[in-house]
């Protein structure tokens, strides 16, 4: 996944999301949150945080991100 690169998108059951509005939403989201990401390394690394370490910690966050939606049966 890279910055030029699109995701496609995919519902649970692995179909194509092909309404342009909800991929412009989730494209836009993954910018914002990319951007925050790098901002906050940048912060971490000028106040002589191991990168490394801030990198867990970030994957640690997305980890425990909980979904606040039930499953779909």
């Known amino acids: 996944m ?3 690169q699109p995701v496609i998108w ?3 059951e ?3 999301i092909s309404c342009v509005e909800k991929n412009k939403v989730l494209q836009e ?4 949150i990319r ?3 790098e ?9 002589d945080c191991d990168e490394q370490q ?3 910690v970030l994957a ?6 909980k979904n606040p939606y039930p499953p779909r049966e």
């Open 2 to 4: 890279t910055a030029k």
């Open 10 to 12: 995919r519902t649970p």
């Open 14 to 16: 692995g179909k194509v």
């Open 29 to 32: 989201n993954l910018a914002e």
């Open 35 to 37: 951007q925050l990401c």
């Open 39 to 47: 901002d906050a390394l940048a912060d971490a690394v000028l106040m």
């Open 54 to 56: 801030f990198r867990l």
């Open 60 to 65: 640690e966050l997305v980890a425990q991100l």
